[in-house]
């Protein structure tokens, strides 16, 4: 079964500072998925950055980018340019590539973000 | 576009009591749905997911179950609640024939069981 594992339970960060949030996952299939989403204090799951194991490039979204290394299974967040905004709860997860069925996904513990003025 | 609800949003119910909580998803059809679990400072666990109407799968073995009885209608529920069901569920869709698509989550529901 694949695993998602976040190590940082929280961090903290300057306003306009970088931070980089860590994510490791196992798993012994070679096409999937991996993503980011941001969980704030409304509890609304909001996707932040999704990535394709095929896809060498690493996925960009504005200030948000991911190193991904697929022979670590690494997949970490870099936030540049950090805003007030940006306080949340950060969870890496895992999707298999499939066709038929449900697509699933592994969450990681999470990581919580403060960003501090 | 497409919208998910999800209600209600907070719950306060005494142990032994029954639960119904509901989810619904607008503007898409034969969607596959999703009810995950959050618990308290950790991540989400996916309960049960549905490729359509009546067709269950659970992942964890619980005191909870789910149904399908629509196309867009997804239920959680238990007989019996137990301390150990406190937490933050939250429904999800994803469309199928799309590899690249996100799920797409509700508000999620706070249940307390006291």
């Known amino acids: 079964a694949q695993t998602v594992t976040q190590s940082q339970p929280e961090m903290s960060v300057q306003e306009a500072e970088t931070v980089t949030l860590s994510c490791t996952y196992d798993t012994s299939e070679s096409d999937y998925y991996l993503f980011w989403y941001k969980q704030p204090p409304s509890r609304q799951m909001i996707l932040v950055i999704r990535?394709?194991?095929?896809?060498?490039q690493n996925a960009t979204e504005n200030r948000f980018s991911v190193n991904f290394q697929k022979a670590a299974k690494s997949f970490s967040l870099k936030i540049s340019d950090s805003q007030l905004g940006d306080a949340a709860m950060y969870f890496c997860a895992y999707r298999s590539d499939i066709i038929q069925g449900a697509q699933k996904l592994v969450f990681g513990q999470g990581t919580r973000l403060t960003i501090n003025p | 576009s497409q919208t998910i609800h999800q209600w209600p949003a907070t719950l306060v119910q005494p142990v032994g009591s029954p639960l119904s909580l509901e989810c619904t998803v607008e503007?898409?059809?034969?969607?596959?749905l999703y009810w995950y679990r959050q618990a308290a400072g950790r991540g989400l666990q996916l309960l049960f997911y549905?490729?359509?109407?009546?067709?269950i799968s659970s992942e964890v073995p619980q005191n909870l179950s789910a149904s399908r009885p629509q196309d867009r209608q997804f239920i959680l529920s238990s007989k019996k609640l137990l301390l150990s069901d406190s937490g933050f569920y939250l429904c999800?869709?994803?469309?199928?024939?799309?590899?690249?698509?996100?799920?797409?989550f509700g508000q999620g529901t706070r249940l307390t069981v006291v």
């Open positions: 503007g898409t059809s034969n969607p596959n």
């Open positions: 549905s490729v359509g109407i009546g067709q």
């Open positions: 999800a869709w994803t469309p199928k024939g799309s590899l690249r698509a996100e799920a797409f």
């Open positions: 990535q394709e194991a095929y896809k060498q």
